[in-house]
């Protein structure tokens, strides 16, 4: 795919191609048209809190037509009566404090994290300590009832939980990251629970934890050299142990083996659930952004969009990782966020151009970074200071930025077979050139560029018709990307939905004041966090669904998967019974904020330049010239392939 930047042609070329009218708060890109799957927001319910983590992680129950919600600021799962995805409605929570297992009660402060539920209704969450160094839980719930049944105690912080596709086993990334201070570094594991047949909670004796004892000094295993060991030795007995930091976890097919992402460490870990232990580590290696198609911006102050090959590696670090099966094999797809490891007085990320002061080494004169220090080049960009370093420890011969601002694909060895490059950041030139890399609380351009891009964070795959998708969500800028993975080798880009309005910068409003319920309605979804994909079978509308958690706008919205050619599903019956009343202003559903935003002008059309070329100010003032002349238009205009 050759994805290109746009520039403006002749205003006289534009208004012989006409606009076509779109809200502005629902990017679509390309022309709907024109894509094989298209992602349409129906439905939006809104918690009215703003970047307090209110809407996380989804999951969605078919039997009862019902989606569960991590609101991790509240410490409680929300649920949503999703029978008619138009119009979500909160029909109750399940709360973590209080529950019962074997050592006591789960206390006040304790923090949701995750979930996952079985189709008979068994909701597993895990639960994090109001200390976080300490043993978390997983918390056991009936997605019918939404009684609470139980918990188990895990291991440290878990951050993530998942059900082997034979609903035997539940699986939880303890990550365990250190105190704040960076007083105290608990061990990193990943727990096996065993799972009764029924709606029921296990009992404390079916928790299996599997360790990484055996990488550390005198074990029976050595851990590969690109395994990032990152920052202070804190936990001496076990220094390796306690800076692996299990992330996200992924179960094969066969229910016989996940996948875990140590993201800080660029890596994953291979558990076999049959006997609860790691079986292997194997580094992600890192991308070579000097080659044409790995290139990214790396500058918030440049006023341009410049995305080129940097002589600067790309540690990949992903956060989700999900698995599916292609020709017989099972491969592994990751979202490569990024994340630099940052506690008490350990800072491990420093910009380029403070290389060489404060102690710390610069840049070797002999690398080609060495003459791109300024603000407008790789001056600006994030990058780490545990990687690079020459081996007498006098300058930095390789400079790191944090994440891949891409999505991979892999073997379950470790092999790469697939990077999607930089298309990420030529689509967001394309799609929404005004914003691109902004930030997800406000809206701004390039404000991300200096620091992950738009970093991909989380992903879901689906099939649709004879396809399989992978939905890629962009936690900084919004939206979902969505990819055509049928083939592992050979993906190809469908398109891209953004229910967002940037007519609305969020955090510049409620801070002057503005009414956060309404400011976040009218700005859509900010930080997509958790995706879930449900299936046409398991659908409401009869249609596949893509359920996103929004943590910043503290939204949960619904987007029908829309194939080409295919019919609109009929309208769904509603769910017997009264519909509860939402609270004004909080916890209300509404229609998407497509429907109720001001509209804005989107796109321009014209020929776009080579990779790698800027584009001038004067093209976002035309785009103002245009929006005061004739708002509430949008030309939308096809990637070439």
Same mark, same amino acid.
């Given at each position: ?171 939880? /990334? ?26 029921? /909670? ?426 005061? /002349? ?12």
């Amino acid at each position: 795919m050759n994805l290109r930047l746009p520039t403006l042609t002749a205003v006289g070329c534009i208004a012989a191609l006409g606009f076509a009218s779109v809200s502005a708060a629902a990017v679509q890109f390309p022309d709907p048209a024109a894509s094989a799957v298209t992602l349409t927001p129906i439905g939006t319910h809104h918690t009215g809190q703003f970047d307090e983590s209110a809407a996380e992680i989804v999951a969605f129950h078919a039997t009862t037509k019902r989606t569960f919600v991590v609101n991790a600021q509240s410490g409680v799962i929300d649920v949503l009566d999703s029978a008619d995805p138009s119009t979500p409605a909160a029909i109750g929570t399940i709360a973590a404090a209080g529950t019962s297992w074997a050592g006591g009660t789960l206390p006040a402060g304790a923090v949701v994290n995750s979930l996952s539920v079985r189709p008979d209704g068994l909701v597993v969450a895990a639960i994090e300590a109001p200390t976080k160094t300490d043993p978390g839980w997983l918390l056991f719930a009936d997605a019918n009832s939404l009684s609470v049944l139980g918990a188990v105690q895990v291991g440290t912080q878990p951050d993530m939980v998942s059900l082997s596709p034979d609903g035997r086993l539940a699986i939880s /990334a303890n990550e365990a990251e250190p105190a704040d201070d960076y007083s105290l570094d608990p061990e990193g594991s990943v727990s096996v629970v065993s799972l009764p047949s029924g709606v029921a /909670a296990p009992a404390q004796e079916a928790v299996r934890t599997a360790t990484f004892h055996d990488w550390e000094a005198g074990g029976t295993r050595t851990l590969p050299e690109d395994v990032r060991v990152v920052g202070p030795e804190v936990n001496t007995a076990f220094p390796i142990s306690a800076n692996l930091e299990p992330e996200y976890v992924t179960v094969d097919a066969n229910s016989t083996t996940a996948y875990v992402t140590l993201q800080e460490n660029n890596a994953v870990a291979v558990v076999d659930l049959a006997s609860a232990t790691v079986t292997d580590i194997w580094p992600l290696g890192f991308k070579d952004h000097s080659h044409p198609g790995q290139g990214f911006d790396p500058s918030d102050r440049d006023g341009t969009i410049a995305i080129a090959p940097q002589p600067v590696r790309g540690i990949y670090q992903p956060d989700g990782i999900s698995a599916y099966e292609a020709g017989g094999q099972t491969y592994l797809v990751t979202a490569n966020e990024g994340d630099a490891r940052e506690w008490g007085d350990y800072a491990e990320g420093v910009r380029v151009k403070d290389l060489g002061a404060d102690g710390i080494p610069p840049i070797c004169t002999d690398s080609p970074a060495a003459a791109l220090t300024g603000d407008a080049e790789l001056g600006r960009l994030n990058v780490s200071l545990a990687n690079g370093l020459r081996a007498d420890g006098s300058c930095y011969e390789q400079l790191y930025a944090f994440g891949g601002r891409s999505f991979s694909i892999w073997t379950t060895d470790g092999t790469q077979v697939y990077d999607s490059g930089e298309e990420f950041e030529r689509i967001l030139a394309d799609a929404v050139p005004e914003f691109f890399n902004s930030n997800h609380s406000e809206s701004n351009f390039d404000g991300r560029s200096d620091d992950k891009g738009p970093e991909p964070e989380n992903l879901a795959i689906g099939q649709v018709g004879d396809r399989t998708y992978a939905f890629i969500g962009l936690e900084r800028v919004g939206g979902i990307v969505v990819y055509d993975i049928t083939d592992p080798q050979g993906p190809s880009f469908v398109s891209y939905a953004n229910n967002r309005d940037f007519a609305v910068s969020a955090e510049d409003e409620i801070d002057a004041g503005g009414d956060p319920a309404d400011v976040l309605r009218r700005a859509g979804d900010l930080g997509p966090e958790g995706l879930a994909f449900v299936p046409e079978e398991a659908s409401p509308t009869g249609e596949p669904l893509l359920i996103t958690g929004n943590e910043v706008s503290g939204s949960t919205t619904f987007f029908i998967v829309g194939a080409a050619g295919s019919e609109p599903a009929p309208e769904p019956e509603p769910a017997p019974g009264p519909s509860p009343e939402p609270t004004p202003g909080v916890g209300a559903s509404t229609p998407p904020p497509a429907h109720e935003a001001a509209e804005t002008a989107r796109r321009v059309s014209g020929e776009l330049p080579d990779a790698g070329a800027d584009v001038s100010p004067w093209w976002f003032a035309l785009g103002a010239a245009l929006l005061a /002349a004739g708002g509430g238009t949008v030309l939308a205009r096809r990637l070439r392939s």
